[in-house]
């Protein structure tokens, strides 16, 4: 799941929350069914908009089905490298890096995230992730995300070409 420190801080947290972590790699819904709490609220930030992985989720059936449908898509969840982890009571934040392989070409990915957890009887009730949702998309789709610095341009492009807007 993680490199030695962060399964060495891992190993030092309730067991509810090392429960989920499993669970989510795992992608099996039976497992996710027995972490979640039926009111669990999920947001992952980024462009909903672009790619249905991120947004927000509410309730196990919504949060599993993206789990077990939806990510599986894109990526192969692998594990996750955590670099700092704090918990407090029923509350965890957890920083690091996520690690999977794009579906389609098995290229390795590692994204940065934070991940905001609370639990309540010892099942996950709300999830909030931030990531770098620029790099993301790109090691998801492979290709470089054009910024647009002024109308009709786009930086980086060597010959000043200039789009549609």
Same mark, same amino acid.
């Given at each position: 799941?993680t490199g030695?420190?962060g399964?060495e801080?891992?190993?030092r947290?309730?067991?509810?929350? &090392?429960?989920f972590y =499993?669970?989510?790699?795992?992608?099996?819904a039976?497992r996710?069914?027995?972490v979640?709490? =039926?009111e669990?609220?999920w947001?992952i930030?980024?462009p909903?908009?672009w790619? =249905?992985?991120?947004?927000a &989720? *509410?309730?196990?059936?919504?949060?599993?089905?993206?789990?077990? &449908?939806?990510?599986?898509?894109?990526?192969?969840?692998?594990g996750?490298?955590?670099?700092?982890?704090l918990?407090?009571g029923?509350?965890?934040a957890?920083?690091? *890096?996520?690690?999977a392989?794009? &579906?389609?070409?098995?290229?390795?990915? *590692?994204v940065a995230?934070?991940?905001?957890?609370?639990f309540?009887g010892?099942?996950?009730?709300?999830?909030r992730?931030?990531?770098?949702s620029?790099d993301?998309?790109?090691?998801?789709?492979?290709? *470089?995300?054009?910024?647009v610095t002024?109308?009709?341009r786009v930086q980086?492009?060597a010959d000043?070409?200039v789009?549609?807007?």
């Amino acid at each position: 799941m993680t490199g030695p420190e962060g399964m060495e801080a891992l190993a030092r947290t309730p067991p509810w929350v &090392r429960a989920f972590y =499993d669970a989510y790699l795992s992608g099996d819904a039976l497992r996710l069914e027995a972490v979640l709490h =039926d009111e669990v609220t999920w947001l992952i930030s980024g462009p909903a908009d672009w790619v =249905d992985l991120f947004g927000a &989720r *509410r309730g196990k059936p919504e949060v599993i089905e993206l789990v077990t &449908r939806i990510i599986p898509c894109y990526q192969r969840l692998t594990g996750f490298e955590f670099e700092h982890v704090l918990v407090d009571g029923d509350h965890a934040a957890m920083a690091g *890096r996520l690690c999977a392989f794009q &579906r389609e070409t098995m290229r390795a990915i *590692r994204v940065a995230f934070a991940h905001f957890l609370q639990f309540q009887g010892g099942k996950l009730i709300a999830m909030r992730a931030v990531c770098d949702s620029f790099d993301a998309l790109e090691q998801i789709t492979g290709c *470089r995300i054009a910024l647009v610095t002024e109308p009709g341009r786009v930086q980086g492009n060597a010959d000043d070409t200039v789009i549609p807007v």
